[in-house]
């Protein structure tokens, strides 16, 4: 296996079946939760930083040559939205000095998933016009649509269940 391609299936996780993009959200997701715990919101920052350009070199490497610029193994692509959806609970967390959240707020990351999945698979707007377009590049952007919908709604819903129900 190449260093792109082993980036781009997330060193195989892209390989799993059924539903190798929700295998790979879950593993993109139990990896952000890991380093915001073991190394604080920043380094979460500067990881989906660096995993976004990462990503796209991986992507266009992978299928440089091929018909499919989309294949269900690619699962970098998960790994950067997800992180960008997780980033809004984290920053919002840090910012209250609530450093070790993720293991006590389930909800905290467990709704950016849901509402991650939930973008990509339908794709509304902006992420279906990136995933329509059918090149490598699209194959990262889709995702990354995606992940600041997840993020932006799980703020929406944040507000909603902790001000306006109250909760």
Do not use: N
Not at 39 to 55: E, H, N, R, S, Y
Not at 112 to 138: E, Q, S
Request: charged letters at 15%; proline letters at 7%.
């Amino acid at each position: 296996m190449t260093l792109p391609r082993a980036i781009a299936t997330l060193f195989g996780v892209g390989l799993l079946r059924p539903a190798p993009g929700t295998w790979g959200s879950a593993a993109a997701l139990c990896l952000g939760v890991a380093i915001d715990h073991l190394l604080g919101f920043p380094a979460l920052a500067l990881a989906t930083l660096a995993v976004i350009p990462l990503g796209y070199w991986a992507v266009a490497r992978t299928v440089a040559g091929t018909a499919d610029k989309d294949p269900s193994e690619i699962v970098i692509d998960e790994v950067a939205g997800q992180w960008i959806a997780l980033l809004f609970p984290a920053a919002a967390f840090w910012s209250r000095g609530m450093e070790d959240w993720a293991l006590s707020a389930w909800p905290g990351w467990a709704v950016p998933f849901l509402f991650f999945r939930l973008f990509d698979i339908w794709k509304p707007g902006p992420v279906g016009r990136a995933d329509r377009k059918g090149t490598a590049g699209a194959t990262m952007t889709d995702d990354l649509w995606a992940g600041l919908f997840a993020g932006l709604a799980t703020v929406a819903a944040a507000g909603l269940w902790h001000g306006v129900m109250g909760l």
